[in-house]
DNA sequence: GAGCTCTTTATTGTATACAATTTAGAACAG
DNA sequence: CTGTTCTAAATTGTATACAATAAAGAGCTC
């Protein structure tokens, strides 16, 4: 993409994903050319693009805001995600190369050692995490699923959350990691696609439990403040 | 959509559909602009979101091209639809309701009705299916998995070669919906998964057959016209 | 003639002005 | 006070002019 619109499409995209524009924000036009320092043009173009991902919700009367996902929509995600992550893995294990399992297992490597001291780095966890997971999306090598999970991941909300993984919980994603690298080895695609499968689900459940608790916290916070 | 941005849309889409824009055909914005009577601008908008359906595909130099599709990536987009559509006829048939039921049952109907006498109606197979298709994906009630499944069904190559169907597959298809609607009646989750998943894996390898025949058909053509 | 650079032309990207639509709120009636 | 209608402001949609960039081709060198 060209500059301006490029620009404008990651600036909001970080607000959106940083927390700066919150769910259920309404979006202008013109506010948002002022903050990126560009034209109309080129945000609405950024805008169709945040709304093809579902970052950015239209309403009938195309006013834009930032999409705000119940837990159901979120179970629904992650639901979708395991499917196709999982079909991802099991076309990956038939395509898998040498090369690509060194570089998923250099991935791993760095995900074992964000995560064995007692103050786990998140930021370095998540990176090598995604890298991981996009080289098996790679491998698998079909266009349109790759395209369709884009939409999944990269979920604000996830982002945000991930801080509040607990260290077990995020050494147990880099052992079914190993596990995955393990049934690629064997060439084994339906144990590739069961462990992807899974650990895509127990995300789910770790994501949602976190957010169960967040959301006690919020309420004991509205009590003391009322 | 507004409406200069709608009419370029469809004006557009239809072309790709129906051949009249030729796989692999370039796109200019202005000539596009001048066939759909309006300015550059919408016909841009309406550009982006053929492109997110996979219907236009844009150079890395940003130029934009009808998509053509390999018959791998084909196989890649029925694969992904009978995952998708698996799992929405899996989620509908926990949330069916007697009304839904009802209304499939007549899409089925004038199906069989279309499809009953010596010469297929085939526009009214092809409609009515697609809304039996797309109301049990609304009983689904997944708006994530509507929007992926949205980018995979109306293939332009697909509807265009539905002509070729034969009558003996036209009305197994007419077969299979009443199979569904009776596994939705009795509740049958993975009945009604597994029959959907079979559904279109049919449809791709019916569409595959018609596919080499034609291509056969055109060497030959290619051969009496050297 | 192959390959290179430079110029010309075509195409896409951006800004901006204006039109159409929607929202917000004032004025008013009951 | 409630609800309604109308007006003004804000917001989005479209056209168009111009800027930036990419493609095409002329002319040159070897």
């Not at 524009?21 to 050319?33: F, I, N």
């Not at 834009?64 to 992550?85: K, T």
């Not at 074992?112 to 998140?122: F, I, K, M, T, Y």
Request: charged share 30%; with cysteine; net charge negative.
């Amino acid at each position: 993409m060209s500059r301006a619109s490029d620009t404008a499409y990651h600036t909001i995209r970080e607000m959106i994903i940083s927390g700066a524009l919150a769910p259920g924000d309404a979006l202008a036009e013109e506010a948002l050319a002022q903050i990126c320092g560009v034209s109309r043009t080129p945000v609405r173009d950024a805008m169709r693009r945040l709304e093809s991902e579902l970052l950015i919700r239209r309403s009938g009367t195309q006013r834009s805001f930032v999409a705000d996902w119940s837990l159901d929509d979120i179970q629904d995600a992650f639901e979708l995600r395991a499917l196709l992550e999982g079909l991802a893995a099991k076309r990956a294990a038939a395509l898998m190369t040498d090369d690509a399992i060194a570089k998923l297992s250099a991935f791993n490597k760095r995900v074992g050692e964000a995560v064995e001291g007692l103050n786990p780095d998140v930021e370095t966890f998540l990176e090598n995490n995604r890298h991981f997971h996009n080289l098996i999306l790679s491998v698998a090598d079909s266009a349109r699923l790759e395209k369709l999970l884009q939409t999944l991941i990269e979920q604000p909300i996830i982002w945000r959350t991930a801080h509040h993984y607990s260290t077990a919980e995020l050494r147990r994603s880099y052992q079914e990691h190993d596990e995955l690298i393990a049934a690629f080895k064997r060439g084994d695609a339906e144990w590739a696609e069961t462990i992807m499968v899974g650990h895509i689900r127990r995300a789910f459940h770790t994501y949602a439990d976190a957010h169960n608790s967040l959301a006690v916290k919020d309420r004991e916070h509205e009590k003391r403040r009322a």
